[in-house]
């Protein structure tokens, strides 16, 4: 009976509690009404002829009711519908909604006393919005319960949830049991080693400089030779990224073209790997996955690019989203920092193009909107959806901040611009961490990277051609005009070729161009066939050769009798660092510059690769085995004095192959947890890095999380986040 009264006294508090917060709340709002009515002449809340103050202070009343109304049941309809609409264009479309959610309340005032300009509504909506946010978290915040509340809506969550497990209180000790601590895991997406290092020696991160050395251990891995998100993130969720040798890669068994961050290639890399290691991956057990390629068999899904294969009214791919633009004021907020992001990429372009600084690529067109979506839009819904998953309590999480990566793409690895956002994700971290220690449960925070970067001009910056268009000169196919006259660059800028490498690139680039060119550059009386036109694709550094016309793995002695100049143009280009490439002589070698051939079985790390330092030839050993190894593997040169390289594709910060930072991510882990790697050894490759993240998973839990979950290979598709068919891969 107490007890039942003890629960009706509760209720009733907290419904007073909530009526109190609405009614401060709706007061504020009234406020701030009437403040913008006397600052904005274009917004007004009296009649032609003037109203008492009594009126109007009403008049502000019934405005600010209709529109925290309108806010709280229409609002979040208004979201859901436009999930459908791409998130960059839900960003751009936030301010013109509350404006109108604004004019609509205006006009529901009695009397018609409401009225402003749609520009100013605009302004009012936004205002408004962020002063009542900021009131009732204010409030909240006195409130534990409320402002827990608030938080586990920003991630779709109702409540906390029960935390079990973990090892049994010890015999003669009165008490319930510690809750069993729970793991984030938050990948910095492209931060290298030396970055990190470097942004905690000039106090760009102090949250992460206080936990070097006291609570954390940091730990230097290597990647793959594909270092990049879609192979990195593929072996760390799932176990393994076999068969994934660049981000993107031609596949002639199947005719299909596949892309990493294409949702129907992320879903098919992800069946793939599950099949091949028969477990669902790193977050099967009570697992969150934010804003990653893949789902590591998490049940707990948003911004997962493998969802968005799945079509649908039951898409969940964009749920993420909802949760967090279902607060207007949070829908405000992150708008306007879009719109502040995408003028400040503005600035600081326009700034390096004045000042001529290079090198510099093109960052016009749509990027200043895709790099404000990156920093701002997806920052601030996957911190919002972790908050969520800390204070529900969750066993694992693992989430990915991408705003470095998008951003060095395009200014490079290290300066200004880059040390910026590495301020903002250390403030995002700190607030996470914050949040944390109001968790029902303990967490261990884990910091890592899944690459870094390498800085360097690009190939066609430095050269005055494309590698497609090297290609082409070396298979003896049409070409623009300009490349039969394109120069090797400035000597001084070129590294890691002599004079004699430059020679014997240029004299094989004019005998394969010793032929008749038309206006056009077409080859003249003769007719091409389309099975010899290859395809190159760049993946940063790496670039893949694939002739489609030949179903199987071209050896290089049959691109030699196809080709004769292609592999010699490609190999004594200085700005190309080594081809590997099958041979039926030798199973597979590498070629370097000046005729350097050496059989795979022999690679050592010297020779071809000596510059690309320890553990090179065992990458490309093992990219050697994968079944859709292109026919001709390229990675571009590499200078250790400078650590440039240079990409294929227009990054002046790449990764993807090898060559300095890139290859050079970090582990930052609680001391808590055991070593990574004993005393004197090194982490490789992604693959074992998924293996220490599971064992500390279970130094966690103990056996609460299996070592592995291996259903029959018929029912690995089952831990897909699918309901239907995989939309197939258009042909590209």
Same mark, same amino acid.
């Given at each position: 009976?107490?007890?039942?009264?003890?629960?009706?006294?509760?209720?009733?508090?907290?419904?007073?509690? +909530?009526? &109190?917060r609405?009614? !401060?709340?709706? *007061? @504020?709002?009234?406020? =701030?009404?009437? %403040? #913008? $009515?006397?600052l904005?002449?274009?917004?007004e809340?009296?009649?032609a002829?003037?109203?008492?103050?009594?009126?109007?202070?009403?008049?502000?009343?019934?405005?600010?009711?209709?529109?925290?109304?309108?806010?709280?049941?229409?609002?979040?309809?208004?979201?859901?519908?436009l999930?459908?609409?791409?998130?960059?264009?839900?960003?751009?479309?936030v301010?013109?909604?509350?404006?109108?959610?604004l004019?609509?309340?205006?006009?529901?005032?009695?009397?018609?006393?409401g009225?402003?300009?749609?520009?100013? +509504?605009? &302004?009012?909506?936004? !205002?408004?919005? *962020? @002063?009542?946010?900021? =009131?009732?978290? %204010? #409030? $909240?915040?006195r409130?534990?319960d409320?402002?827990?509340?608030?938080?586990?809506?920003l991630?779709?969550?109702?409540?906390?949830?029960?935390?079990?497990?973990?090892?049994?209180?010890?015999?003669?000790?009165?008490?319930?049991?510690?809750?069993?601590?729970g793991?984030?895991?938050?990948q910095?997406?492209?931060?290298?080693?030396?970055?990190?290092?470097?942004a905690?020696?000039?106090?760009?991160?102090?949250?992460?400089?206080?936990?070097?050395?006291?609570?954390?251990?940091?730990?230097?891995?290597?990647?793959?030779?594909?270092?990049?998100?879609?192979?990195?993130?593929?072996?760390?969720?799932?176990?393994?990224?076999?068969?994934?040798?660049?981000?993107?890669?031609y596949?002639?068994?199947?005719?299909?073209?596949?892309?990493?961050?294409?949702?129907?290639?992320?879903?098919?890399?992800?069946?793939?790997?599950?099949?091949?290691?028969?477990?669902?991956?790193?977050?099967?057990?009570?697992?969150?996955?934010?804003?990653?390629?893949?789902?590591?068999?998490?049940?707990?899904?948003?911004l997962?690019?493998?969802?968005?294969a799945?079509?649908?009214?039951?898409?969940?791919?964009?749920?993420?989203?909802?949760?967090?633009?279902?607060?207007?004021?949070?829908?405000?907020?992150?708008?306007g920092?879009f719109?502040?992001?995408?003028?400040r990429?503005?600035?600081?372009?326009t700034?390096?193009?004045?000042?001529?600084?290079?090198?510099?690529?093109?960052?016009?067109?749509?990027?200043?909107?895709?790099?404000?979506?990156?920093?701002?839009?997806?920052?601030?819904?996957v911190?919002?959806?972790?908050?969520g998953?800390?204070?529900?309590?969750?066993?694992?999480v693992?989430a990915?901040?991408?705003?470095?990566?998008?951003?060095?793409?395009?200014?490079?690895p290290?300066?200004?611009?880059?040390?910026?956002?590495?301020?903002?994700?250390d403030?995002?971290?700190?607030?996470?961490?914050?949040?944390?220690?109001?968790?029902?449960?303990?967490?261990?925070?884990?910091?890592?990277?899944d690459?870094?970067?390498?800085?360097?001009?690009?190939?066609?910056?430095?050269?005055g051609?494309?590698?497609?268009?090297?290609?082409?000169?070396?298979?003896?196919?049409?070409?623009?005009?300009?490349?039969?006259?394109?120069s090797?660059?400035?000597?001084?800028?070129?590294s890691?070729?002599?004079?004699?490498?430059?020679?014997?690139?240029?004299?094989?680039?004019?005998?394969?161009?010793?032929?008749?060119?038309?206006?056009?550059?077409?080859r003249?009386?003769?007719?091409?066939r389309?099975?010899?036109?290859?395809?190159?694709?760049a993946?940063?550094?790496?670039?893949l050769?694939?002739?489609?016309?030949?179903?199987?793995?071209?050896?290089?002695?049959?691109?030699?009798?196809?080709?004769?100049?292609?592999?010699?143009?490609?190999?004594?280009?200085?700005?190309?660092?080594?081809?590997?490439?099958?041979?039926?002589?030798?199973?597979?070698v590498v070629?370097?510059?000046?005729?350097?051939?050496v059989p795979?079985?022999?690679?050592?790390?010297?020779?071809?690769?000596?510059?690309?330092?320890?553990?090179?030839?065992d990458?490309?050993?093992?990219?050697?085995?994968?079944?859709?190894?292109?026919?001709?593997?390229?990675?571009?040169?590499?200078?250790?004095?400078?650590?440039?390289v240079?990409?294929?594709?227009?990054?002046?910060?790449?990764?993807?192959?090898l060559?300095?930072?890139?290859?050079?991510?970090?582990?930052?882990?609680?001391?808590?947890?055991?070593?990574?790697?004993?005393?004197?050894?090194?982490?490789?490759?992604?693959?074992?890095?998924h293996?220490?993240?599971?064992?500390?998973?279970?130094?966690?839990?103990?056996?609460?999380?299996?070592?592995?979950?291996?259903?029959?290979?018929?029912?690995?598709?089952?831990?897909?986040?699918?309901?239907?068919?995989?939309?197939?891969?258009k042909?590209s």
């Amino acid at each position: 009976m107490g007890d039942g009264r003890w629960r009706t006294t509760g209720r009733w508090r907290t419904a007073g509690s +909530a009526l &109190v917060r609405v009614i !401060v709340v709706w *007061a @504020v709002s009234t406020l =701030t009404m009437l %403040a #913008l $009515a006397g600052l904005l002449p274009d917004f007004e809340l009296q009649s032609a002829d003037g109203d008492s103050i009594t009126r109007t202070a009403l008049t502000a009343v019934w405005g600010a009711g209709a529109f925290g109304l309108l806010g709280a049941l229409v609002w979040p309809v208004v979201v859901r519908a436009l999930l459908l609409v791409p998130a960059l264009v839900l960003g751009l479309l936030v301010f013109f909604l509350n404006g109108s959610l604004l004019l609509i309340a205006l006009w529901l005032i009695p009397d018609g006393r409401g009225a402003a300009d749609p520009e100013t +509504a605009v &302004v009012v909506a936004a !205002v408004m919005s *962020a @002063v009542a946010s900021a =009131t009732s978290t %204010a #409030l $909240a915040v006195r409130d534990d319960d409320a402002y827990r509340r608030r938080l586990y809506r920003l991630a779709a969550r109702t409540r906390p949830r029960a935390v079990t497990g973990g090892p049994p209180t010890p015999p003669g000790v009165g008490g319930d049991p510690e809750p069993v601590p729970g793991t984030l895991f938050l990948q910095l997406d492209g931060v290298g080693h030396r970055v990190l290092r470097d942004a905690v020696d000039d106090g760009l991160m102090p949250t992460v400089a206080g936990w070097l050395g006291t609570t954390h251990r940091l730990t230097p891995w290597r990647t793959d030779w594909s270092s990049q998100t879609g192979a990195s993130q593929l072996g760390i969720l799932h176990g393994s990224n076999e068969d994934v040798p660049a981000f993107r890669w031609y596949e002639k068994d199947t005719g299909r073209l596949m892309v990493s961050n294409r949702p129907a290639s992320a879903v098919e890399l992800q069946r793939r790997a599950i099949a091949r290691t028969g477990d669902g991956g790193l977050l099967t057990l009570d697992g969150a996955s934010r804003g990653n390629l893949f789902s590591g068999g998490a049940d707990q899904l948003a911004l997962v690019l493998s969802m968005a294969a799945r079509r649908g009214r039951s898409n969940r791919s964009r749920a993420g989203y909802f949760a967090y633009f279902a607060d207007p004021a949070n829908a405000v907020r992150t708008a306007g920092s879009f719109v502040a992001e995408a003028v400040r990429e503005t600035a600081q372009s326009t700034r390096a193009r004045l000042r001529k600084e290079t090198p510099r690529v093109s960052r016009g067109g749509a990027y200043p909107l895709i790099r404000a979506f990156a920093t701002v839009v997806e920052r601030d819904v996957v911190v919002a959806a972790v908050i969520g998953d800390l204070l529900a309590g969750r066993t694992a999480v693992y989430a990915d901040l991408v705003a470095y990566d998008e951003v060095a793409h395009h200014s490079g690895p290290h300066g200004h611009d880059t040390d910026r956002v590495l301020a903002r994700l250390d403030r995002s971290i700190a607030l996470i961490a914050e949040v944390a220690e109001h968790a029902p449960r303990p967490y261990r925070i884990v910091l890592l990277s899944d690459h870094g970067q390498s800085p360097g001009a690009t190939f066609e910056g430095v050269y005055g051609l494309t590698l497609r268009e090297l290609v082409r000169v070396g298979c003896g196919l049409p070409v623009p005009r300009r490349v039969r006259h394109t120069s090797w660059g400035d000597p001084q800028t070129e590294s890691g070729g002599g004079s004699e490498a430059r020679d014997a690139a240029r004299d094989a680039l004019r005998s394969a161009l010793h032929r008749p060119v038309d206006e056009d550059g077409e080859r003249m009386g003769e007719q091409v066939r389309d099975e010899a036109e290859p395809i190159v694709l760049a993946s940063g550094n790496l670039a893949l050769v694939s002739f489609p016309g030949v179903p199987h793995r071209m050896t290089r002695e049959e691109i030699d009798r196809r080709h004769p100049a292609l592999l010699r143009t490609l190999a004594d280009h200085p700005g190309v660092g080594f081809l590997l490439v099958a041979s039926a002589e030798h199973g597979s070698v590498v070629l370097g510059r000046g005729g350097a051939e050496v059989p795979l079985a022999e690679l050592a790390d010297d020779g071809p690769l000596a510059v690309f330092g320890p553990g090179a030839a065992d990458a490309v050993r093992r990219t050697d085995r994968f079944p859709h190894v292109a026919d001709i593997m390229v990675n571009s040169m590499y200078d250790p004095a400078t650590g440039t390289v240079h990409a294929f594709e227009e990054q002046i910060g790449s990764h993807g192959g090898l060559g300095g930072e890139q290859g050079r991510p970090f582990l930052l882990s609680p001391v808590d947890f055991s070593a990574p790697v004993p005393d004197g050894g090194e982490l490789v490759g992604a693959e074992q890095v998924h293996q220490v993240l599971r064992r500390w998973l279970r130094e966690c839990a103990g056996p609460q999380v299996p070592l592995e979950i291996s259903p029959p290979m018929s029912d690995a598709e089952a831990f897909l986040p699918v309901d239907g068919p995989v939309v197939p891969e258009k042909k590209s």
